[in-house]
């Protein structure tokens, strides 16, 4: 059974900057893909950053040259570099896993805000303006 363990969440002022960390647990395949999905209040679950096992990434244009998706595979854990916060980056970011990756491209990834096999609880991103 796999485990998801999200943390790094917080509230910081527009600009500012947070690296939100999702620790794995139970992965027995080599072949998987992550990402982050984000859902703000009042609005659809949406993809924010994808990785699979060979590390090519894709992102939602709203946060390309904003935020990076990044992984340690000796540490078994995803992580969300996240620069130049501002309010509509407010949600809860929720990291996902699939594996074995069902999907053929990092892209296909991202659109599965309600799709990947296993998802952590989510941690809070809040950012004051």
């Known amino acids: 059974q796999v485990q998801l363990v999200e943390s790094g969440g917080g509230s910081v002022q527009s600009g500012g900057s947070l690296r939100l960390s999702c620790a794995v647990f139970?992965?027995?395949?080599?072949?998987?893909?992550m990402g982050w999905f984000r859902q703000a209040p009042g609005k659809e679950r949406e993809g924010v950053a994808a990785?699979?096992?060979?590390?090519?990434?894709s992102y939602a244009d709203s946060v390309k040259g904003r935020f990076t998706i990044s992984r340690d595979n000796a540490k078994f854990t995803l992580y969300l570099q996240m620069n130049s916060l501002s309010p509509e980056d407010t949600a809860m970011y929720y990291c996902a896993a699939d594996t074995p990756c069902r999907y053929l491209t990092t892209v296909q990834v991202l659109a599965q805000a309600y799709g990947m096999d296993y998802w952590g609880k989510g941690t809070l991103v809040t950012i004051s303006s």
């Open positions: 139970g992965y027995t395949y080599n072949n998987y893909c």
């Open positions: 990785i699979d096992s060979d590390g090519r990434t």
